[in-house]
């Protein structure tokens, strides 16, 4: 069974608008943390947002903000008024068992999502 | 200077080739790691160096070989591949702040 779930394969968004990116999770860690990353036509991976599966509120960093909806075990990231630099390839990943291990454990990725900014 | 880089950022080899794709990180973190990325398909992880030591070979056939000689250099030695190891290779450092990893822009490496 996949651990991370990205059902939207592609999105094409007008500019300015706000966006909404979905990821589902699954695992019985109770322990983990779930990330978002960027991957433009580059290549490289850019990080962008974290949350933790211990933290209260939900996340936010800039104009991205994740929502972090424990029980449904979802954690969307919404990105408000969207720019031409948004459009790449967006990836939810998960790492477990944050309480052991040291740091080292590697994450798991879902399929990423295609986000085409229009203008 | 940036924080991860691969050398090289393309190549192409014969399946009867060697050849080496090298990582480099300059954040100062414990871990490093390698991913690969084939079209359509999630990242998967391959290798986990933490203080130069593997601790985690995620099943990679043995024709790819990794060698981390210190913390901030790590190696993906390659052998005798076949056309379907054709992929973006990815190498990452970790953990940061909020357990992150930050990755290098990768090697897109084509077997013919």
């Known amino acids: 069974a996949q651990k991370i779930t990205q059902t939207q394969p592609g999105m094409f968004v007008q500019e300015k608008e706000a966006v909404t990116l979905d990821c589902t999770y699954d695992t019985s860690d109770p322990s983990y943390g779930l990330f978002w990353y960027k991957q433009p036509s580059s290549g490289e991976m850019i990080f962008l947002i974290y949350?933790?599966?211990?933290?209260?509120q939900n996340a936010t960093e800039g104009r991205y903000s994740l929502n972090f909806q424990k029980a449904r075990k979802s954690a969307n990231l919404v990105i408000s008024a969207s720019q031409l630099g948004d459009s790449a390839m967006y990836f939810c990943a998960m790492r477990e068992g944050l309480g052991s291990g040291g740091g080292a454990d590697g994450l798991t990725f879902g399929k990423g999502t295609h986000l085409i900014i229009q203008p | 200077e940036t924080g991860v880089t691969q050398t090289p950022r393309h190549l192409v080899m014969g399946m009867t080739n060697k050849k080496s794709l090298k990582c480099e990180q300059h954040?100062?973190?414990?871990?490093m790691y390698w991913y690969k990325q084939s079209a359509k398909k999630p990242l998967e992880l391959m290798f986990v160096?933490?203080?130069?030591?593997?601790?985690e070979n995620n099943s990679v056939p043995s024709r790819f070989s990794p060698e981390c000689p210190n913390s901030s250099h790590l190696f993906l030695h390659l052998h005798t591949l076949q056309p379907e190891d054709s992929a973006l290779y990815l190498c990452a450092c970790g953990p940061g702040k909020y357990n992150e990893q930050f990755f290098g822009p990768g090697t897109r490496l084509t077997v013919l």
């Open positions: 949350q933790g599966s211990y933290d209260q």
């Open positions: 160096y933490s203080l130069e030591e593997r601790v």
């Open positions: 954040l100062g973190h414990n871990a």
